[in-house]
């Protein structure tokens, strides 16, 4: 029988190829596809993500462990579409206009999805207007970030845009990067901020009283 925690184990350490032998195996033993994101590579990426804000693991380690994650997600991301298995919520993340810094976006991207939810990324330099199509499809959340205070007014650009369409009260806005703070957040009304992107998970979480 397929042990789950093996799976969780070879996500912390980086393995992207054992984690997708693991998952393929599991699948093989009929083990639930959910069960097998679940208590397999979430649960990995939890541990990932605690060891990130406890500042055991730096970038280098949580980019390798999110690789390894995304080779089981390869597997079995047919398997969760079939039954039915849906994402615990939509966001779009996306650094705003004039900015083109990623690895901070790249990295909350990829710890979310290793959380379950199901990702957009929108890229560099996004206009106000492509949040706002984002919106319009269903996205629960936006994730807005920025490295540079240059380009900060951005963000409160992008709630602005939202609110005169009338969208505002139909998503949640976290924002985050380096210059950033939650009185920052307060000061646009945006509903949150996060410090990294374990917290950003967190944040996601607590928004939608997941």
């Known amino acids: 029988m397929s042990d789950l925690n093996k799976i969780a184990e070879n996500v912390i350490s980086g393995k992207a190829e ?21 208590e397999g590579l979430i649960a990995g990426m939890n541990i990932v993500g605690q060891k990130f804000k406890n500042n055991d693991f730096y970038i280098p380690e949580v980019l390798i462990a999110a690789r390894a994650m995304h080779s089981g997600m390869d597997v079995l991301k047919p398997s969760l579409v ?26 909350v991207a990829m710890m979310l999805q290793g959380a379950g939810f199901e ?23 936006i994730g807005l970030s920025a490295l540079l205070t240059t380009t900060m007014p951005s963000m409160k650009e992008i709630v602005d845009t939202l609110k005169k369409e009338g969208l505002r009260d139909k998503v949640k806005i976290i ?14 009304g945006a509903d949150g901020f996060a410090p990294d992107a374990a917290s950003a998970v967190d944040k996601a979480k607590e928004l939608l009283k997941l």
């Open 82 to 107: 079939k039954s039915g298995v849906k994402p615990i919520a939509k966001i779009a993340i996306g650094t705003v206009k004039g900015d083109l810094h990623d690895i901070g976006k790249n990295l």
């Open 119 to 141: 990702i957009n990324d929108l890229g560099i330099d996004v206009p106000p207007q492509k949040f706002v199509e984002a919106v319009k499809q269903g996205i629960q959340i």
């Open 175 to 188: 924002i985050g990067g380096a210059p950033l703070t939650q009185e920052y957040a307060d000061e646009i």
């Open 18 to 38: 054992e984690v997708k032998n693991l998952v393929q195996q599991a699948l093989d033993e009929n083990i639930l596809p959910k069960k097998i994101l679940d």
